[in-house]
């Protein structure tokens, strides 16, 4: 079993939707959790970065840590063409290992 | 400010063939990472190093060498290569410390024929 498992889509969606993206983890030492946005054909940008549990805002951006269930989301509201790219899940504990495990990433397309 | 820079973007390779990846970083971050992406897989860790004249092996290390002689710098050697080393190879760095944000080059894609 991945420490990480996402779904690899393709997700597509119209402009407008609210979209869902999740990443189920089994690390219970994972303490910090990011979301990065890869557009076709360049690096990986940093999104979301939440420590521990809970929710974090950031304007059409959610996202939510529920340590319980080892799950993580990020919540994308009206969401436009230009959200269109892979969405890749990140964790990483505080034991000094200094690395951070990735998701395989979830393509998505959001229609217009 | 430039952030991460990887030269070549792109290569060619016959089976067997040497070659070294550069990845400058103008942020005077200590931590850097190298990272393959293959279809399916995800971003896996290929050597990292926390800081100049360390390195250390991550989750797919065989086959690829590294160093870090400048803390700017961190390059990535094949020497031999083979076609399952035909990836895209992303650089990034980061801050001193258990978390920070990870800043990534735009990729080198290499062909392993």
């Known amino acids: 079993q991945k420490e990480v498992e996402q779904d690899p889509g393709p997700l597509s969606v119209p402009e407008g939707a609210i979209v869902s993206l999740n990443c189920t983890y089994s690390n219970s030492a994972f303490q910090y959790f990011m979301w990065y946005r890869q557009y076709s054909r360049k690096g990986p940008e940093l999104l979301m970065y939440t420590y521990s549990s809970g929710n974090k805002e950031d304007g059409r951006f959610t996202a939510q840590v529920d340590k319980s269930s080892k799950y993580i989301s990020l919540f994308i509201r009206d969401s436009q063409p230009s959200d269109s790219a892979t969405y890749l899940c990140a964790m990483g504990s505080p034991s000094g290992t200094y690395k951070y495990i990735f998701g395989t990433g979830t393509r998505l397309k959001v229609l217009a | 400010n430039a952030g991460v820079t990887q030269t070549p973007k792109f290569r060619v390779l016959k089976t067997g063939q040497s070659m070294t990846l550069l990845c400058a970083q103008d942020m005077n971050h200590e931590y850097m990472y190298w990272y393959r992406q293959d279809p399916g897989m995800g971003l896996r860790l290929i050597h990292y190093?926390?800081?100049?004249?360390?390195?250390a092996k991550g989750e797919v290390p065989d086959g690829y060498n590294v160093s870090r002689l400048k803390k700017q710098n961190f390059l990535l050697g094949l020497e031999s290569a083979a076609p399952s080393q035909t990836s895209v190879y992303f650089c990034?760095?980061?801050?001193?410390?258990?978390?920070?944000?990870?800043?990534f080059g735009e990729g080198s894609r290499l062909t392993v024929l």
């Open positions: 990034a760095s980061r801050i001193t410390g258990t978390t920070g944000e990870l800043f």
């Open positions: 190093s926390v800081g100049e004249g360390t390195t």
